[in-house]
């Protein structure tokens, strides 16, 4: 009897976790459906890494980078502030922009409206090679 009640219980857990399950993805679904915004996730890392490092998205959609590391990291695309050139690249008519610093566990996010390659870094860790980018392809 006692065995029986557990089985039971059991699957009742599992049909709540499938059900839960369609939940999410029939709400995903349909938030593309509706032309909503698509996410992108970068995490900041403690050995001074962007990753995923390289990413391709649509015009439009939006990035989130987290601070999943214990130390402090920025997410930088302009000149005026990078060591070296070569690690700032930004479309003609896309605009520089900074997340100032992130601290632990915290996030910045930006939506990209221009499309073009975004190559960006990290204003503590440039020197230890600390770079990214973002390829924006043009909305059909
Ligand atoms: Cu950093």
Redesign the pocket.
Known sequence: MFAMMKIKRMLFLFRSVVLASLIVLVTVNSSYAAGKTAVDTVK?TNN?QFLPGKLTITQGNRVVWINTSD????VTCDRQQAIKAKDVALPDNAKAFDSGKLNPGNMYSKEFSTPGIYRYF????EALG?TGEIIVKKKN
């Open positions: 900041m001074a130390l402090v990291h920025t990290c204003i503590p860790h600390m």
